[in-house]
Every structure is written in structure tokens, then in C-alpha cells.
């Protein structure tokens, strides 16, 4: 029996570990030979990016529904003439965040998705340009094509495992058989949807 263990370590926007194992097993008529390969990411280990409670209970809610994974991604951020910031604001009853250059003001970098003609609430200031980026501006409910969130990024699994099966009945006759197994998560933050994460096939001949 011959048996093969790997260990790999990779970093994206979460801490992934990805590990390979594999095993034989061999006789004069039989042989026998397994594969499992798991690719992990620690949800709770983010790396490029700042996930806040919020954020956590928007991606329990979405299960496997990519459209329901978007968040307000907001943080309070210190004067900088490199950067683009907003101060809060009230419109009536709705707060909306208005760009600004005063250092006195509590400022907050913000970041806009485009969401589609007539659903978000902000439309690009083509007035108030800017060499590092754009600049955003409030125009009402569902006037304009843009809103201050972002699609949020999902920690993953995927799991595999094979077996298969060789039997020689004589010298001309063989058996065999393969039976694979797949586990996908394509979102760690939420149990919704979790039936659809495995599959099983078969093969004899």
C-alpha cells in the first residue's frame, strides 16, 4: 500500500487551505485507488478585505443567491487629498453621504455599484470630476443608477472524493468500477441552500 499526503498553503481574500491525499492498495488481480482533494477557506480569517457583522448576516441571508450578496461597504477614513470622501447627510428623512474636501468634517470612503437605471440613488457628478476617481452624488430614491454598496466576496469549499476499483477475472476479462464524490459550498456564511451542495456518480464497466 502506497499512501500520498499533500499540504498547501494559498492565500486570496481568505486564508485557503487546499490539501491532496491519495492511497493504492494492489494485488495480483486487484487494485484499489482513492483520491480526496478539500479546498478551504477560513471564513472567519478574511485577508483583502474587512467583513463586519453587517456584512455576515447579508451572506447568511443570500445562501447560494449571488443577487442578495451586495452590503453597504462604508469607513470612517481621515482627510486625504488622494482620496475621495463623503460626510453624512440628511435628505428629509433619508441619510445619503455628499462628497467632501473639509478636513472638519467626519469623512467616509464609500464605495458605489452600478445597480441599474432607476434603482439606486446616485448618479456620477460629472461636474465635480476627479483625477483619482469618480465622485458620486445623491439625486433621490430609485433616481438614479448607482448605490453605495458592494458585492461582497464569499468564502468557499470544495471537497472531492474518488475511489475505483480494478479486478482482473482472467487474463482477458477485467472489472471495474469508480464512484466519485463532490462537495461544493459555494458560501460558508450560510446554511440556506446547503442540500444542493453535494453529488454523487458512478461508473461500472
Known sequence: MRIWIDFQY?????TRFVTYESATYKT???NISSFFFNENDAKNQPLQQAVTTQQ????ANAGNNTDLMFAENTFEASSD????LY???????AENFEYSINPTDTLF???FANVGAKTGDYTLDVNNSSAIGNVYRYIGINQGSYAPITRLILPTKSQAFVIKSEYETNKKTKLSSEI???NTDANLFSSLDN???TGLATKVG
Not at 455576515?56 to 451572506?59: C, G
Not at 487629498?81 to 475621495?84: D, G, L, V
Not at 460626510?87 to 428623512?93: I, P
Request: glycine letters at 6%; zero cysteines.
Open 56 to 59: 455576515i448576516a447579508v451572506l
Open 81 to 84: 487629498e488622494n482620496k475621495i
Open 10 to 14: 494559498s492565500d486570496r481574500n481568505y
Open 109 to 111: 470612503a464609500v464605495t
Open 28 to 30: 495480483e488481480k486487484l
Open 195 to 197: 442540500r444542493l451542495n
Open 87 to 93: 460626510k453624512k447627510t440628511t435628505n428629509g428623512a
Open 180 to 182: 466519485a464524490i463532490g
